[in-house]
C-alpha cells in the first residue's frame, strides 16, 4: 500500500486539523510505512506492542488491515544511536499529557530526529506548524523553552549537551552568534507524505 493510501485509509475521512492527535500518529505511521529497508516499528523506535497499541487505539478500523499486511522488527525500540536515549528521556521526562499517546511521540520524535531532513519532513508532516503544534500539545515545557522558535533538532541537542555541561555552541548568546541563521533559519520544504503520494500516483 503507497503512504498516501495508507494515510487516508487511517484518517477515514477525519479532520486533521479537529482531531490533530490522529492526524499526526498517521503521518508517521505512513511515511515510515512506505520506507525501504527497515520495519515499521524500527522506523519508529516503538515496540511492536505499542505499534499494536497506537493502532487499536487510534486506528480500530484499520488495524486488522494494516496488521495483516505490515512486518514486524521486534526490535523497535532498541537504540539505533548513541544519543537516542537520551532525547528519548528528554521528551518524556517533558511529557504534558498523561496518556500513552506522549510516550508513543517520545519514541517517534527521538527515531525520527537521527534522519537527515527538517524533523517536521520526517515525522511525514504537512508543514512546520504541524510540528509546533505538537510539541505545544504534548510536550509543553520544550515548547515554552524554545520560544524563539529554534530549529527542533538543534534546540534538542543543545538543550542535551547544556544539561551534560558540554559547551557546543560559538557564542554565549545567540544573537551574537555566527550560526544564528543554521539555528534558526526557515526549514522549508515539501511533505515527504504529499511527495510520496504523489511519485506514487
Ligand atoms: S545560534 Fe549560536 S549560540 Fe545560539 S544555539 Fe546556535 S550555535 Fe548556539
Same mark, same amino acid.
Request: aromatic letters at 8%; charged letters at 25%; hydrophobic letters at 45%.
Given at each position: 500500500?503507497l503512504?498516501?493510501?495508507?494515510y487516508?485509509?487511517?484518517m +477515514?475521512?477525519?479532520d486533521?486539523d479537529?482531531?490533530?492527535t490522529?492526524h ?10 512506505g520506507?525501504?529497508?527497515? @520495519?515499521?516499528?524500527?522506523a519508529?523506535?516503538?515496540s511492536?506492542?505499542h505499534?499494536t497499541?497506537? /493502532? ?7 488495524? +486488522? ?6 512486518a514486524?522488527?521486534g ?11 537520551? /532525547? ?18 517520545a ?7 537521527l534522519e ?14 504541524d &510540528?509546533s503544534? &505538537? ?6 515545557? /520544550?515548547?515554552l ?5 529554534? @530549529?527542533? @533538532? @538543534?534546540f534538542f541537542?543543545r538543550?542535551? #549537551?547544556?544539561n ?6 560559538k557564542s554565549?548568546? #545567540?544573537?551574537?552568534?555566527?550560526d544564528f541563521?543554521i ?9 515527504l ?7 506514487? +500516483?
Amino acid at each position: 500500500m503507497l503512504a498516501g493510501e495508507l494515510y487516508r485509509l487511517l484518517m +477515514a475521512g477525519a479532520d486533521r486539523d479537529r482531531d490533530f492527535t490522529r492526524h499526526v500518529l498517521a503521518c508517521s505511521l505512513a511515511l515510515a510505512h512506505g520506507e525501504r529497508g527497515r @520495519k515499521l516499528d524500527a522506523a519508529l523506535g516503538l515496540s511492536a506492542n505499542h505499534v499494536t497499541a497506537l /493502532l487499536l487505539t487510534h486506528f480500530p478500523h484499520a488495524a +486488522a488491515f494494516v496488521a495483516d499486511r505490515l512486518a514486524f522488527d521486534g526490535q523497535g525500540d532498541q537504540p539505533a544511536s548513541l544519543e537516542e536515549p537520551d /532525547l528519548r528521556q528528554l521528551l518524556l521526562d517533558n511529557r504534558a499529557t498523561n496518556g500513552p499517546e506522549g510516550v508513543w511521540l517520545a519514541h517517534i520524535i527521538a527515531r525520527r530526529s537521527l534522519e537527515s531532513n527538517h524533523l517536521w519532513q520526517d515525522l511525514g508532516l504537512r508543514d512546520r506548524s504541524d &510540528l509546533s503544534r &505538537l510539541m505545544r500539545d504534548f510536550f509543553t515545557p /520544550l515548547a515554552l523553552a524554545n520560544m524563539r522558535d529554534m @530549529k527542533w @533538532k @538543534k534546540f534538542f541537542y543543545r538543550t542535551l #549537551c547544556q544539561n551534560e555541561g558540554v559547551l557546543i555552541c560559538k557564542s554565549p548568546v #545567540c544573537d551574537n552568534c555566527d550560526d544564528f541563521a543554521i539555528c534558526f533559519g526557515a526549514e522549508d520544504g515539501h511533505s515527504l507524505l504529499a511527495q510520496n503520494a504523489r511519485v506514487s +500516483a
